[in-house]
C-alpha cells in the first residue's frame, strides 16, 4: 500500500514537472541550445544560438523577414549586460541577417537574450547556456 502511493506521487510529481523542465534550456560542453520563433507585428521570424567554447559563449542571432533592405536595430545581452548593440540591414536574396558574437563565460547560469527592431516589428528571444 505505501509503495502504491509512492508510485502514484512519484507519477504525479513527474507530470507536473515535464513541462516547467520542457520550457528551459540548457547547454553545456558545446552543445548549442537554440530558440526559434515568430516575431511580432510583421511576420519575421528569428534564431538565437548559443554553446560555451573555450571559456566563451559563441552567440548567433538571426532574424528574416523575407524583405531585402531592411535596417534593424539589435541587441545582445548576457545576464541583463549589454555586449552587442548595432544596426544590421537584411540582404538579398534571403531578408535575413545574422549577427556572431562571443560573451565570457560566467560562473553560474548564463542567461542569453537578444531584441532586434524594425517599424512595428519586434523581435525578442532569450535562452539559458
Not at 52 to 59: P, Q, R, Y
Request: proline letters at 2%; one cysteine or more; charged letters at 15%.
Amino acid at each position: 500500500m505505501i509503495t502504491t502511493r509512492l508510485l502514484t506521487a512519484a507519477a504525479a510529481l513527474a507530470t507536473l514537472a515535464t513541462p516547467m523542465a520542457a520550457g528551459v534550456a540548457h547547454a553545456s560542453g558545446g552543445t548549442a541550445v537554440t530558440r526559434h520563433g515568430t516575431c511580432t507585428g510583421g511576420g519575421a521570424s528569428y534564431t538565437l544560438k548559443a554553446k560555451h567554447d573555450n571559456g566563451l559563449i559563441e552567440v548567433e542571432w538571426q532574424v528574416d523577414s523575407n524583405r531585402p533592405g531592411q535596417t534593424w536595430t539589435v541587441r545582445l545581452r548576457h545576464n541583463g549586460d549589454l555586449f552587442f548593440s548595432g544596426h544590421r540591414t537584411t540582404q538579398a536574396p534571403s531578408g535575413s541577417f545574422t549577427v556572431r558574437r562571443t560573451t565570457g563565460n560566467r560562473a553560474g547560469g548564463d542567461v542569453i537574450r537578444a531584441r532586434s527592431a524594425h517599424g512595428q516589428t519586434d523581435c525578442l528571444a532569450q535562452l539559458t547556456v
